[in-house]
């Protein structure tokens, strides 16, 4: 069953996204942790896709796009597909809207794992996490 935006469920999504944006803004998790650790990156030494996605956004917030990209350069690609993603119901039908969304799935995937594995080489020239 589909989730139903309500307008409670909005208000409260809304509430919960603020208050993540604001603790991020002003809280620097390069000094102090905000999150678990990543447990792929601590049972293999190995960095996920996602490991420096909390200290990007937190440059991205204070406008380093540079020192964000460099902590993780995925985001800068699966944010866009991750928009795009939702908003595509809304600018097309729903035949359209489902081999769209089947096409960005397949890029991601295959980005992503690109990503994974380019990130645990020598040849990755950005902050290692």
């Not at 989730?3 to 604001?22: K, P, Q, S």
Request: charged fraction near 10%; include cysteine.
């Amino acid at each position: 069953m589909p989730l139903r935006w309500t307008g409670r469920t909005v208000a409260t999504a809304t509430v919960l996204l603020i208050a993540a944006i604001v603790v991020l803004y002003a809280l620097d998790p390069t000094r102090q942790r905000l999150t678990p650790p990543c447990p792929y990156l601590t049972l293999t030494g190995l960095a996920c896709p996602g490991c420096g996605l909390t200290r990007a956004v937190h440059f991205l917030l204070h406008g380093d796009i540079a020192t964000a990209f460099a902590y993780n350069p995925w985001a800068f690609v699966g944010a866009p597909a991750v928009l795009a993603f939702a908003l595509l119901p809304s600018v097309t039908d729903e035949a359209r809207t489902l081999r769209l969304r089947s096409g960005i799935s397949w890029v991601m995937l295959v980005v992503t794992l690109a990503f994974w594995v380019w990130r645990n080489t020598a040849a990755y020239p950005f902050i290692r996490v």
